[in-house]
């Protein structure tokens, strides 16, 4: 084949090559977005009916418990009317111990009635249904109320407008009950819900996106929602125009360049070569003014600037280490660890003159985690280039591995290894220098008795895992590829160490930073937060509940007769009983609840999102964790004893006892007061302020549903609350960590 014909050929191939995957790229992406968009409407949808069903549910409950408190049989038929009335329930039903209805109100939904809690109904769901069981004073079973509100077409029609999807009830065996599809879609979304198992979402032929929703704990109703897709009509097509075109037009430029560029190829190519071989002096000769010309002119200037460039900067490194020093105290002084390393990094990549690099550090895990990176596209291992933490080498495999498990720096050029992929970036060239902690920095393990904050503190403690590594690295700076030449050599070897070390000192110092913070906010016995981050989360907590109209609930603890406990066994069994306490609140609290020593044997527990009820729960819990469970110490003769503790809790909730912080607090040290003068070893609830408002029966004071008919968080939470009512309001699960 002629050199013409050869150009031809490269170019199509490189023109049309990008041209192709271009397109399949673009057709692929858009049904990629297509799908996920859809994806992510349909989790917003079915995130939206569980909310729905679950508010709804919680409605039903609200209203049967208010019938449930009524322990006259008259006024509690009067008070199940009165539910309906209020538009809180469609019908109640009243149920002696055998399951005999003993009263119902008019007007009820046919049946079968789906429970709230969940379980299998046979044939198509009616109605939706929550139970309560009812008690008389002495706590004797005389039967259930049961509240329904009915599922029909409205119901479905109210979860579409919700969620903004196509909403389908299925029964028992899988045919629509309800649905506000359309008829020529109905088969074909039925079809897709079949394939469509847990949170997997289906496709159907008309471009329809289908996911299953329910049945589930909280959201009983087996539901199907489905959207439309967004990809627009005939891409394939013009995705298939424009490739055609753009290879016709290839081709007739390919022909002309071709036969323009031939003649002075061979003189550019020759000095091309010569170029590579180190000689920069190579000029070519100018014989046209045309674009081929031109680029001779070009690489003229290039090879002229290039040897500049090189001569310049062989002159400027030894000046560059030189401010090598002063760069590392300005990073020394920075407290961003990635700003710091990207910086080195992109410096080293400068200094040196590589394509690529990367800076790694040990995690506690004994391996290497990628920190940031610069230049490493088309060499990443793994299928997450934007993130740097997906490169990840174990210690002691491949290069970066050995360097940080030996501590000797290592350069030369790359040679795969066969069996298992050590996770590296692919090169050519290479170096690799370990950079560890200075001396005397190595982090001092805890003191005996005074354990790290754990998750309530909100401490990393990977951040002070000594390095498992036998060369105590922190680290790797690694650089790939070198311009303008085979291999790095000594100099950048050196210069590579003076930035590893400016590393490792920055690393440490960012470590001991953060570590100070957390002591600071932490009390050092128990781990808990301390009296200072107390008064600022107390803050920081009535603005969110101000800001979203949310409860929060405040436990003033303290354990009763502890200078007892110091008197009898001394202060270091007092000690042991403290931090025992402190483990116990935390085993007993949820992740979003915050546990505070206030000093001395005084703590405090806020709860967000939690009303009375939910925060005499938690109070009884923590006095029968502390009550049941005497609390091993060490005697005055070395023999063990256990010590029986009790404490004693005071509880306030904002806004029902206080307008404020501080205000919240002092309403539960009253309570706590309160609770000591009844006798220690129990809760009080701190006394509302007057005036109290009153009610006939404790039901949430809604004088009609919403317009959608599901139910909403209203005023009247709190005074439900207060006279031991089911408050109506959204609260967070009690489910985690001991709820």
């Given at each position: 084949?002629?050199?013409?014909?050869?150009?031809?050929?490269?170019?199509?191939?490189v023109?049309?090559?990008?041209?192709?995957?271009?397109?399949?790229?673009?057709?692929?992406?858009?049904?990629?977005?297509?799908?996920?968009?859809?994806?992510?409407?349909?989790?917003?949808?079915?995130?939206?009916?569980?909310?729905?069903?679950d508010?709804?549910?919680?409605?039903?409950?609200?209203?049967?418990?208010?019938?449930?408190?009524?322990?006259?049989p008259?006024?509690?038929?009067?008070?199940?009317?009165?539910?309906?009335?209020?538009?809180?329930?469609?019908?109640?039903?009243?149920?002696?111990?055998?399951?005999r209805?003993?009263?119902?109100?008019?007007?009820?939904?046919?049946?079968?009635?789906?429970?709230?809690?969940?379980?299998?109904?046979?044939?198509p769901?009616r109605?939706?249904?929550?139970?309560?069981?009812?008690?008389?004073?002495?706590?004797?079973?005389?039967?259930?109320?049961?509240?329904a509100?009915?599922?029909?077409?409205?119901?479905?029609?109210?979860?579409?407008?919700v969620?903004?999807?196509?909403?389908?009830?299925?029964?028992?065996?899988?045919?629509?009950?309800?649905?506000?599809?359309?008829?020529?879609?109905?088969?074909?979304?039925?079809?897709?819900?079949?394939?469509?198992?847990?949170?997997?979402?289906?496709?159907?032929?008309?471009?329809?996106?289908?996911?299953?929703?329910?049945?589930?704990p909280?959201q009983?109703?087996?539901?199907?929602?489905?959207?439309?897709?967004?990809?627009?009509?005939?891409l394939?097509?013009?995705l298939?125009?424009?490739?055609?075109?753009?290879?016709?037009?290839?081709?007739?430029?390919?022909?002309r360049?071709?036969?323009?560029?031939?003649?002075?190829?061979?003189?550019?190519?020759?000095?091309?070569?010569?170029?590579?071989?180190?000689?920069?002096?190579?000029?070519?000769p100018?014989?046209?003014?045309?674009?081929?010309?031109?680029?001779?002119?070009?690489?003229?200037?290039?090879?002229?600037?290039?040897?500049?460039?090189?001569?310049?900067?062989?002159?400027?490194?030894?000046?560059l280490r030189?401010?090598?020093?002063?760069?590392?105290?300005?990073?020394?002084?920075?407290?961003?660890?990635?700003?710091?390393?990207r910086?080195?990094?992109?410096?080293?990549?400068?200094?040196?003159?590589?394509?690529a690099?990367?800076?790694?550090?040990?995690?506690?895990?004994?391996?290497?985690?990628?920190?940031?990176?610069?230049?490493?596209?088309?060499?990443?291992?793994?299928?997450?280039?934007?993130?740097?933490?997906?490169?990840?080498?174990?210690?002691?495999?491949?290069?970066?591995?050995?360097?940080?498990?030996?501590?000797?720096?290592?350069?030369?050029?790359?040679?795969?290894?066969?069996?298992?992929?050590?996770?590296?970036?692919?090169?050519?060239?290479?170096?690799?220098?370990?950079?560890?902690?200075?001396?005397?920095?190595?982090?001092?393990?805890?003191?005996?008795?005074?354990?790290?904050a754990?998750?309530?503190?909100?401490?990393?403690s990977s951040?002070?895992?000594?390095?498992?590594?036998?060369?105590?690295?922190?680290?790797?700076?690694?650089?790939?590829?070198?311009?303008?030449?085979?291999?790095f050599?000594?100099?950048?070897?050196?210069?590579?160490?003076?930035?590893?070390?400016h590393?490792?000192?920055?690393?440490?110092?960012?470590?001991?930073?953060?570590?100070?913070?957390?002591?600071?906010?932490?009390?050092?016995?128990?781990?808990?937060?301390?009296y200072?981050?107390?008064?600022?989360?107390?803050r920081?907590?009535?603005?969110?509940?101000?800001?979203?109209?949310?409860?929060?609930?405040?436990?003033?603890?303290?354990?009763?007769?502890?200078?007892?406990?110091?008197?009898?066994?001394?202060?270091?069994?007092?000690?042991?009983?403290?931090?025992?306490?402190?483990?116990?609140v935390?085993?007993?609290?949820?992740?979003?609840?915050?546990?505070?020593?206030?000093?001395?044997?005084?703590?405090?527990?806020?709860?967000?999102?939690?009303?009375?009820?939910?925060?005499?729960?938690?109070a009884?819990?923590?006095?029968?964790?502390?009550?049941?469970?005497?609390?091993?110490?060490?005697?005055?003769?070395?023999?063990?004893?256990?010590?029986p503790?009790t404490?004693?809790?005071?509880?306030?909730?904002?806004?029902?006892?206080?307008?404020?912080?501080?205000?919240?607090?002092?309403?539960?040290?009253?309570?706590?007061?309160?609770?000591?003068?009844?006798?220690?070893?129990?809760?009080?609830?701190?006394?509302?302020?007057?005036?109290?408002?009153?009610?006939?029966?404790?039901?949430?004071v809604?004088?009609?549903?919403?317009p959608?008919?599901?139910p909403?968080?209203?005023?009247?939470?709190?005074?439900?609350?207060?006279?031991?009512?089911?408050?109506?309001?959204?609260?967070?699960?009690?489910?985690s960590?001991?709820?």
């Open positions: 084949m002629t050199l013409r014909g050869r150009l031809t050929a490269a170019f199509l191939t023109v049309l090559g990008p041209v192709l995957l271009g397109a399949f790229f673009v057709g692929s992406t858009l049904s990629a977005v297509d799908r996920g968009r859809a994806a992510e409407r349909l989790g917003v949808a079915a995130a939206g009916v569980r909310t729905s069903v508010a709804l549910c919680q409605q039903l409950r609200a209203a049967a418990d208010a019938v449930a408190l009524v322990t006259d008259a006024a509690r038929s009067r008070a199940a009317d009165q539910v309906v009335g209020r538009g809180l329930a469609a019908a109640v039903l009243i149920a002696d111990p055998a399951g209805t003993s009263y119902a109100t008019a007007g009820g939904p046919a049946g079968p009635w789906q429970d709230c809690a969940g379980g299998a109904t046979a044939g769901v109605a939706l249904a929550a139970r309560v069981r009812l008690r008389d004073p002495a706590g004797a079973d005389l039967g259930t109320v049961a509240a509100q009915p599922v029909d077409p409205a119901f479905v029609a109210r979860l579409a407008a969620t903004g999807a196509g909403v389908t009830l299925l029964d028992d065996p899988g045919r629509i009950t309800h649905t506000t599809e359309d008829r020529e879609v109905r088969a074909a979304v039925l079809a897709a819900a079949r394939q469509a198992d847990g949170d997997r979402v289906a496709g159907t032929t008309d471009g329809r996106y289908v996911r299953r929703v329910g049945p589930t909280g009983p109703l087996p539901l199907v929602l489905s959207v439309p897709g967004e990809r627009p009509p005939g394939y097509a013009a298939v125009g424009a490739v055609v075109l753009a290879a016709l037009l290839a081709v007739v430029a390919a022909w360049l071709a036969r323009v560029t031939t003649r002075p190829l061979v003189e550019l190519a020759g000095a091309v070569d010569r170029v590579a071989g180190g000689d920069l002096s190579t000029r070519v100018i014989r046209s003014r045309d674009e081929i010309g031109r680029l001779a002119g070009a690489f003229n200037r290039m090879t002229r600037e290039t040897g500049s460039y090189v001569a310049a900067l062989t002159s400027s490194r030894d000046q030189g401010h090598l020093t002063v760069l590392g105290d300005t990073l020394a002084s920075t407290h961003d660890l990635q700003r710091i390393l910086v080195i990094l992109h410096s080293a990549i400068a200094a040196t003159g590589a394509r690099g990367a800076v790694l550090l040990l995690d506690g895990d004994g391996a290497l985690v990628g920190q940031c990176v610069e230049g490493l596209d088309g060499r990443w291992p793994t299928e997450d280039p934007a993130d740097p933490a997906t490169l990840r080498v174990p210690v002691g495999a491949g290069v970066l591995g050995t360097v940080a498990a030996t501590g000797e720096p290592l350069r030369g050029r790359w040679e795969p290894v066969d069996g298992e992929p050590t996770g590296e970036p692919s090169c050519e060239t290479y170096v690799a220098v370990p950079f560890a902690a200075p001396r005397g920095a190595e982090p001092r393990p805890d003191r005996p008795g005074h354990p790290p754990d998750a309530d503190a909100g401490s990393d951040a002070r895992r000594d390095p498992e590594s036998s060369s105590g690295a922190l680290g790797v700076l690694a650089l790939y590829d070198r311009l303008g030449a085979d291999e050599d000594d100099d950048d070897l050196v210069t590579l160490r003076t930035f590893a070390g590393a490792a000192v920055a690393v440490e110092n960012v470590r001991v930073h953060e570590e100070a913070q957390r002591l600071s906010l932490t009390d050092p016995l128990t781990g808990l937060w301390n200072r981050y107390l008064r600022e989360s107390i920081r907590e009535v603005e969110r509940a101000n800001r979203f109209g949310r409860m929060l609930s405040v436990l003033a603890l303290d354990l009763d007769r502890f200078k007892h406990v110091n008197d009898t066994w001394g202060h270091a069994a007092g000690d042991a009983v403290l931090v025992e306490f402190a483990r116990r935390r085993g007993e609290i949820r992740e979003v609840d915050l546990a505070f020593r206030q000093g001395g044997e005084e703590f405090v527990v806020l709860l967000p999102e939690t009303d009375a009820r939910g925060a005499t729960i938690v009884e819990r923590l006095g029968a964790v502390v009550r049941d469970q005497p609390v091993p110490v060490d005697g005055h003769a070395g023999e063990p004893v256990r010590v503790v404490v004693s809790i005071g509880i306030a909730v904002y806004p029902d006892h206080a307008a404020g912080g501080q205000q919240v607090l002092d309403a539960a040290d009253d309570a706590l007061y309160a609770a000591k003068a009844a006798g220690r070893d129990g809760y009080r609830l701190a006394r509302a302020p007057d005036p109290v408002p009153t009610q006939e029966i404790p039901v949430v809604a004088a009609a549903s919403p959608d008919g599901l909403r968080a209203g005023a009247g939470d709190a005074a439900a609350a207060a006279q031991g009512g089911a408050s109506s309001g959204p609260h967070p699960p009690r489910q960590r001991g709820r």
